[in-house]
Every structure is written in C-alpha cells, then in structure tokens.
C-alpha cells in the first residue's frame, strides 16, 4: 500500500443540492403554521406549553445545523457544545450576576459565534468523517471542560445550576410557561426568517456553491475559508441562543445535560426533517421530542430497540425527511388544482 | 523514569484494544467508504452470542469459530435487510440508519443479557508476560491475533481477486460495476468481514474490560479515532494508529498537569485533529484527488 | 337475658361508634388519590447510557403488583406510572411535569440521578409535590428548611466515606490513600466526604484519579496510583471499573489495603467477576443485604424477597443489587402510605414519611432501622463494615452512622 498510489474521486457530493426556494414554505402554509403555533396554547395544559417550548428550541438548534449541513455542507457532531455553551451563558449570567435574562441571549449568542468562528478555522481543513471526528470531539470534550475543577465557582462542577425561571413582564395575566412560549416562539420565528433571508442572499448562495462544490466554487471566486467558517459561527451562533432558551425554560444546566447523546438527537432532527429544509427543523424537533415518548410507552424494557425500529421505519419510507413528503404533497396539490 | 516506560507499557495494552477495534473500522470503510456507528454494538453482541454459548457448554475455541461465522452472516444480514434498501439514499439518512441499528442492538441486549458485568475467559491465561507485570499473556495475545488479522487484511486486500474487486467497489462503484463487480454484494460482504473482524475484537476485549452491553460504547470512539489517525484506507496505520492513541492518551493522562488526568481523551482527540491538519489523509492513508 | 342483651347493646353501641369513628377521620384526598386508588409517579433511565437503573422501576413495579395482589394499602390499590428520562436533566423536567400536570400523580417517588433531580427539585417544592425518597446518594437531599419536599432514602456517599475515613484514621493512621474517582457527582461526593472526614488529616491522600465513564479500562490510573506509593486504596467506582480495578491489582501484583465504595460491593456483580481470589481481604460497607451472598440464604427477610422474585419478577436477576434496591425502597413507601391512612393528601404524605420510626425493611442488614422526623430527611444514616473471606463479606464492628460531629452541629 504504497503511499504514490493516488486516488481520484469525482466524488458525489456528501449533501445533494437543495435548490434555494425549496428551502422555504409557501407564504400560505407559513402563515397557517404560525396562527397555529400563536393560538394553540391558549387551550392546552401548561405542560403541553412547557413541551411545545422545547420543540421550539430544539427546532432552533435543528435549524442551526441545517444551514451549516444543509446550507454549507460541513457536517456536525459537535452542536451540543454550542448549546451548552450558550446554556452556561445564560445561567451563569443570571445567576451569579443578576444579569436580566433577556439581556443573557444576545451574549450567548455572539459568544458561541465567536467560537464557532474560531472552530471553524481548522475544520476548514477537514471534511466528511474528519470533521465528523473533530466535532465529535468537541461534543465529547465540553461535558469534561464543564467539569473542571477550577471552573466549579461559575459552573457548579458536576452538581450544575439551577436557574430561575421569568415571570411575565409588565402584570401581563399569563403563566410562566406561556410568557415563555411566546417569548420563545417570538425569538424562533425572528432567527427563522433571519436565516431563510441569510440563505438567500449572497452569503447563502456562496454557502450553496459551496456545498455542491468546493472546487468550482473558489474557482468562481468565494472566498471558500471566509464561507465556511462564517457558516459554523452562524449556526454555533444560533445553537447558543437555543441553549440559552434551553436553560431558562429547563430551569437547569449540568455537564449530563449536553453529552453526545444531544448532538446525536439534533442529527437524527435534522435527517427526520429533511436536509437543508428549514421549516423541516420543526418537524425533526417533534420526532426527537415525542418518538422516545411513544417508544416508552410500546415496551418500557425495549424502548431503546423500539426507538431504533421507529427511526428507521422513516427513514425507510422517507429517506430525504419531512421535505419528501412536502414535495408529494405539493404535487398532489398541483395536480388538484390543475383539473 | 519506571513511571514512564510503565505507562508506555500500560499504553500498548490499552492500545492494543483501541487497534483491535481499530481493524474492523477499517474493513467497513473499505467496503462502504464510511464509519459504522454501530460497529462496536454489533461487535458487543457477537460477545455475548460467544458467551452464551459457552454458558451452554461448549469450549471457548468451538465458540470462538462458530461465532466468528455467525458474526459474519448476521453481518451480511444485516446489510441485506437494512442498508440495501437505503443504498439510494443519501449518506447521512444511511448515518441516521447505523444510530437505529446501534439503539436497536444496546437494547436488545440489554434485555437479553441483563446489564450485570459479566466474566470472559481468555485463552492465553492472564500472568505477567515476560516479566513485566503491566503486559499479561492474555494481553500479549491480543496484540498477537491482531497483527495475525492484519496480516491476513493485508493479503485478502492486496492479493485476492475478492480484496481487490472490493476496493475497487468502494471507491470508484461505476468503474467497479463496468468491469464486472457485484458492487452490491461486494458492500455486504463487507459487513459480513466487519462484523467477524469485530466479533473477535470483542472477543479479545471482553476479558479485559468485562462483558456487558455497554463495553463497546468508549472502546468504539477510540477505534475511529485510531483508524483515523491511521488513515481509514490502511489496516497497518489502524494498528499503529491504535497503539499511537493508548500511549500518547497515558503520557499525557500522566505529564501534562492539572488538566491532563481530566480531560486526556479530548486532549487525544485535540492530537489526532491536528495531525490531520497537517495530513489530511492521516499517518498512512492514501491522499484522494478530487475532481471538479 | 339482661346481659344478654345488655351485651347487644354494647355491641349496637360499639358498631355504632367504631362505624361513625370512621366518619369522624374523614377521608381527605389530594390529586392522585382516590377511594380505591393511589397513584404514583417514578422517573428511571431505561434507555440510554444509564439504562442499567432501570432494572429499579422494574421491580418497584413488580412490588406493587404484588402488593395490589394481596389487596393493597388499606383497600386502595397503587398505580405506578413510570417514565423514561434517559438520564437527561431537560428530559426528567419534562416527564416530571407530565407526572404532575397531566397524570396528576399523589407523589414523585424514586426519581433516579443526582442531575435529574436536582433538575426536578424546584419545581415539584413549587408545586407542593412530594419528591420521596430519591435514588441518589448525594448529601444535599436531607435540607428539610430549604426543601420540605424532598427526602432522600440511601445513605448518602458522604457518609459512607466518612465511615471509612473513621475506620482509616484508627487502623491505618500513617497511611497513604490512593484515590480512584468517577468524575461525576457520585465520584465528587465521594472524595469530599473522605477529606470532610480526615480533617485535617487529609494530607494522607496522596494520589487522586478521576476517570470518565468513556474510557474503556482504567490501567493507566491504576498504574499511576500504584507509582504514587499509596498503601491504601480506594475505589469509588461503579461496577464495571471496581472490578477492573480489583483484577489489574492482582495482575500488576500491587497489594494495598483495598476499600470498594458499597455501589459496588456486589458479590454476584462485581467480585465473582472479578475473582474471588483476587477480591480476599477487600473492605467495603453495606446497609443492605447483598441478593447474590449466600449468607442470607435463610434469612426471613431475604426469604420473601427471593419469594417476591420468583412470583412477581421471575426475569429479575438476584445478583443485581438494584433488586435489593428497588424491593427495600418500595416497600419503605408502603409503610408511609399505611401510616397516612384516609388522609392521601400530599401534606400528610410528607408528614408520615418524615415520623419513620424504627421501621426495618426486609432487605436492611439486622440492625439498621429506618427513622426520620421533620429536622432529619436522612431514612437510612448507618452503615457496617465488612470485610470480603472466601465467597462471602463478613461484617465487622460496629453499626455506625456516618455524621460528623461539626455535621449534626450545623443541622
């Protein structure tokens, strides 16, 4: 196995290309959504709010990893890091400086960008299973750092923090748990148009190039080092302020919160949604929510295995996500109306 | 200085797992061109086929064979039944199939087996070899059955038809299939031979760091940290690469102070990126070209 | 004749005042709680890297199967609900919350892990909700003032170490202690007890080592510890790593006075893996009887238990403690749930289980007694030593209690 023996690979590329508009819903369908996200706690549980506040956060993070997957192509195991460094923000700031916490997601926020930014820089150099590898490392490093001995007076070492919870602003006559849904659900919908206008700017595009093809993409002139690190700053980014959210709506951070096991959910979010199909965040967010509920509630002794099963009937019967089945149903539709 | 030979010592002994493990990685990667999360699972469960079997009675080296055959046609199986459908699909949809099968099978032993340690015998005896105590035979035998299996990957990659038609599928599929290569039973038997490799290195781990569903789950993330250290496209960097991890993981566990007892394996991990930023293709991996 | 009928009379009067003195204690009822049925609520890994606890749920709930077979608890039968939280903190807020809004349990009973609970903690003393008896062995679960809802149930770690510590400063005064740590709160816990408990003696740690549940073996700490020159070692360790650690002792022919945290003092889990050759001679500390040591084999208690086992949970293993475990704390709860009477309500829940007294579950060694009262969330505080010969633990001295001084002072 000489090392002269060169391989050449024209090969295809890891994340197929997803034109820009299929990244979107329709103004129709987003408008049908957010009236249901908006109205729909007014008649639930507060414990059916407090999970509908998680679906958003997670989605929040799904989406996060889906511009840097499915918007630059790079792959990542590592967003669990982000969230936990976002989460750690948030509590600590709150916490131990008394900071409001409104005012602790914007911190978050740039600062994971800041790391991401910088995480970015060797990664540049890695792709496919290397980068899987290194973020992997990431990922498995921050409950460790978390950990650390002389970190214990702003993190709580392995005991954690307990984070207070908000009450509505301004004697507004809500719970808790819906002065954070909307709060949330305001926050996830800003960051969602953000993004879906990022991706269809000029950046996006250079994204895109990108991921369908780096080689072309410096020859047309992106600055393919500047592309990709910006795109794991703006997803880590976005991934801090989930984790920040995250913390406040748990009212809990721990290094046990944010292993592998959290990075491994978010991936599983995007695949179920679809890669680089942004509205399928959500539907990504649900499956990991609520599959380990209903597999629980199968065989308690099993739920692992039913989980599995589950899992890989959808991606039997959809492997492209949720966005596969958007496609049918828009055909359909298309052909309905053309009769 | 004791200290230090003794770790580099403790080193190959706990590299030597990481390399066994590291082999099976590379034999999937050949035959799929991409990481099988659920390798170290299908390996765990392998084990257990072993012990049970043993448990019913039979000697350790019937059920050593029979379950590396077994091992192999659950691999093949597994392949058939799972992954061929989703040959179409993309790769990281066929990732998010690898991390069902790994739930799938932690699971399922879990409730077969119980999550109570379990004792595994090994053939070689477990006194000090040659006269130092850090290294036992049944260590020093490991490290023999895996430079054995390298020898024998080597040959069956370089030499046999079979090896080399199954390179050649893995990289280059429609070249492969233009020549007359059943690309698509080429790839399970690819699983078949990853899941026999890995079926001994359970076998030879198990005595080590004891039989239970979880034992493979950190044993995994070193053996693709040392193939890729390695280069993933070469049986012997796997085992240099397997080596290489257990004694730098020691020396700086040992040298490096305050933090390095804490968080060796991210300051391993930290190691091995940054080689691979300086080769990309690893220690002894072939650099790929691509084209436009 | 008059007597006669003066006895009806009595008899009518006494019918009467027995029947009316059942209307007087009138039944009272919280969420949860009805005439013919309790329900509880329990939060357990049962996938997941700590899937192994679930084995804990699984017999609680063959407990209470058992206990509804046989009638219930002053005619109510239990429902046990219980969820998976795969040992993530966001996950157990959630099943929590779905315990106490939407299936509208009486209690939080057995919530396993220091994190998931800790996460849980807030909420369910906002919400009034007994959190009873977690499965965790941190020290900060007895806080009645701060959490009037919440008690623990094990001994706490930290007074397991300081039992050692005690037992260390009088046998082995100039000793030097090697110390093999979980890096987790477990293993923190742990470490603190045992430098609380040297006082200022703690100098006589002269090697920490941490690991992280990934590592696949534990050689090179081992190796470490052994070149620090420690002639004591302890191993605060969970199954799997203590019985490593017991065997590569013997392998690298390294001979300190060996202590296994009780976590891992299984016979049938941890040592016959192990070796019992190489396991002779070890010290460890129980508050349980051990299922898988055959001295228990006619004990009345243990009798029942393996009684329990094969008609209620045949599939459960008795060589894993956390049978033992499950069984102890479940019936624990029975007893407080027989001592509320009518009165279900979550108040009176936390009242009953905070006047314990002297109650002794099957499963505790003879002579460690459950008490409680509303300054001391702490059930199980004693502990004995022993000391591992032939295929069983002998135990040795005396039934301590792991307070130190400065300790019950502070409370």
């Known amino acids: 196995m000489s090392a002269a023996v060169e391989e050449v690979v024209t090969e295809a590329p890891a994340v197929e290309a997803v034109p820009k508009r299929a990244m979107t819903l329709g103004t129709g369908t987003s408008l049908t959504v957010l009236a249901l996200l908006v109205v729909a706690p007014l008649f639930v549980k507060n414990f059916i709010i407090f999970q509908m506040t998680m679906l958003l956060v997670y989605g929040l993070a799904v989406l996060a990893l889906n511009i840097l997957t499915g918007g630059s192509g790079q792959f990542s195991l590592g967003q669990s890091a982000f969230y936990a460094i976002g989460a750690y923000t948030s509590a600590i700031l709150m916490e131990q400086y008394n900071v409001n916490y409104v005012l602790t997601l914007p911190v978050s926020g740039a600062l994971c960008f800041a790391a991401g930014f910088l995480f970015g820089q060797p990664a540049l150099r890695l792709s496919g299973v290397y980068l899987a590898l290194a973020t992997f490392a990431l990922a498995t490093a921050m409950p460790q750092l978390l950990k650390l001995n002389f970190l214990e007076p702003w993190t709580g070492g392995v005991q954690g923090l307990v984070v207070t919870k908000p009450d509505a602003p301004f004697g507004l006559p809500m719970s808790q748990d819906m002065w954070l849904y909307y709060f949330t659900l305001v926050i996830t919908i800003a960051i969602y148009i953000a993004s879906v206008n990022l991706l269809r700017s000029r950046s996006g595009r250079a994204f895109m190039a990108i991921r369908d093809n780096e080689i072309a993409a410096s020859a047309m002139g992106i600055d393919v080092a500047l592309y990709k690190t910006l795109a794991f700053g703006v997803s880590a980014g976005i991934t801090g302020v989930a984790g920040s959210l995250g913390a406040i709506v748990v009212q809990f951070v721990a290094p046990d919160s944010y292993t592998i096991t959290l990075a491994i959910a978010l991936f599983l979010g995007m695949v179920v949604g679809g890669v680089g199909w942004l509205p399928g965040s959500i539907v990504g967010s649900a499956f990991i929510i609520f599959v380990p509920n209903i597999a629980e509630s199968i065989s308690k002794g099993l739920s692992g295995a039913v989980f599995g099963v589950l899992l890989f009937l959808v991606i039997f019967a959809v492997p492209h996500g949720a966005r596969q089945v958007a496609i049918v149903c828009q055909q359909a539709l298309a052909k309905y109306k053309r009769r | 200085m004791e200290l230090f030979i003794n770790q580099i010592l403790a080193g190959i002994s706990t590299g030597a797992i990481y390399a066994c493990m590291a082999l099976a990685v590379v034999m999937i990667y050949q035959a799929i061109d991409h990481l099988n999360f659920a390798q170290g699972e299908m390996a765990m469960f392998s084990t257990f086929i072993s012990w049970q079997l043993m448990q019913w009675g039979m000697p350790y080296w019937a059920a050593f064979f029979i379950t590396i055959a077994l091992s192999f046609a659950g691999g093949i199986a597994i392949e058939r039944v799972m992954f061929k459908p989703l040959a179409k699909a993309p790769i990281l949809t066929n990732v998010a199939g690898f991390i069902a099968l790994y739930s799938i099978i932690n699971s399922s032993a879990g409730l077969i087996w119980d999550f109570t340690i379990k004792q595994y015998p090994t053939p070689f005896g477990s006194a000090p070899f040659l006269g130092s105590q850090l290294i036992s035979t049944h260590q020093a035998g490991m490290i023999g059955v895996t430079i054995l299996l390298l020898i024998g990957l080597y040959a069956f990659f370089r030499y046999t038809r079979v090896g080399l038609a199954m390179r050649a599928a893995a990289s280059l599929p429609e070249s492969a299939r233009l020549v007359g290569i059943n690309t698509s039973w080429m790839i399970a038997l690819g699983w078949g031979m990853a899941a026999a490799i890995g079926s001994i290195a359970g076998m030879m781990i198990a005595p080590v760091v004891f039989l239970e569903p979880n034992m493979m789950l950190g044993v995994l993330i070193y053996g693709f940290a040392a193939a890729v250290l390695g280069g993933l496209t070469s049986p012997f960097g796997a085992v240099i690469g397997g080596f290489l991890v257990g004694i730098f993981e020691n020396l700086a566990g040992t040298y490096i102070p305050g933090i390095g007892n804490e968080l060796k394996l991210p300051i391993a991990l930290a190691l091995i990126i940054s080689v691979l930023v300086v080769k990309p293709a690893g220690l002894f991996g072939r650099p790929i070209v691509k084209r436009v | ?411």
């Open chain 3, 1 to 411: 004749m008059l007597s006669q009928k003066l006895r009806l009379a009595a008899l009518a009067t006494a019918v009467v005042f027995f029947t009316s003195g059942a209307a007087l204690a009138q039944k009272k009822y919280d969420a949860g709680a009805s005439d013919t049925e309790i329900k509880i609520g329990n939060i357990i890994p049962y996938s997941g890297p700590a899937s192994a606890y679930g084995v804990i749920g699984k017999t609680e709930e063959a407990y209470f199967n058992k206990i509804n077979a046989e009638g219930g608890i002053n005619g109510r039968k239990i429902k046990f609900i219980s969820y998976d939280d795969s040992y993530s903190p966001p996950k157990a807020v959630e099943q929590a919350r779905k315990l106490v809004e939407s299936d509208e349990v009486l209690l939080i009973f057995n919530s396993l892990g220091t994190p998931s609970n800790s996460a849980i903690q807030k909420y369910l003393n906002a919400k009034k909700v007994p959190q009873l008896f977690v499965a965790t062995g941190a020290s900060k679960w007895n806080d009645p003032k701060n959490f009037p809802w919440t008690m623990g149930w094990q001994p706490s770690y930290q007074s397991e170490a300081h039992i050692y510590a005690k037992y260390l400063l009088k046998e082995k005064p100039e000793g030097k202690i090697g110390v093999l740590y979980q890096n987790d709160d477990f293993g923190k816990d742990y470490l603190n007890g045992l430098k609380d408990g040297l006082a200022d003696k703690s100098s006589m740690i002269v090697a920490e080592e941490g690991y992280e549940t990934s590592e696949p073996s534990i050689d090179n700490h081992i190796v470490r510890l052994k070149a620090s020159g420690a002639d004591v070692f302890i191993s605060v360790t969970t199954p799997k790593f203590a019985a490593q650690a017991i065997k590569r002792l013997a392998e690298i022919d390294w001979h300190p006075l060996h202590i296994v945290s009780n976590v891992s003092a299984s016979v049938g889990g941890v040592l016959k893996p192990a070796g019992f050759e190489n396991s002779q001679g070890i010290l460890s500390s129980a508050y349980a009887k051990d299922g898988s040591d055959p001295q228990w084999d006619n004990d009345p208690g243990m009798k029942k238990f393996y009684a329990f086992l094969e008609k209620y949970y045949p599939e459960g293993d008795r060589l894993n403690a956390s049978t033992v475990y499950g069984y102890g704390v479940a019936q624990t709860l029975v007893q407080v749930l027989k001592q509320c009477g009518d009165e279900l309500t979550r108040e009176n829940v936390m009242k009953q289980a905070a006047s314990l007294n002297d109650f002794e579950p099957d499963t505790l060694l003879p002579g460690i007694k459950i008490n409680t009262s509303p300054t001391d969330f702490a059930p199980i505080k004693q502990l004995q030593m022993m000391r591992f010969k032939g295929e069983k633990w002998e135990l040795f001295g005396p039934i301590m209690s792991g307070q130190l001084n400065e300790q019950s002072s502070f409370q």
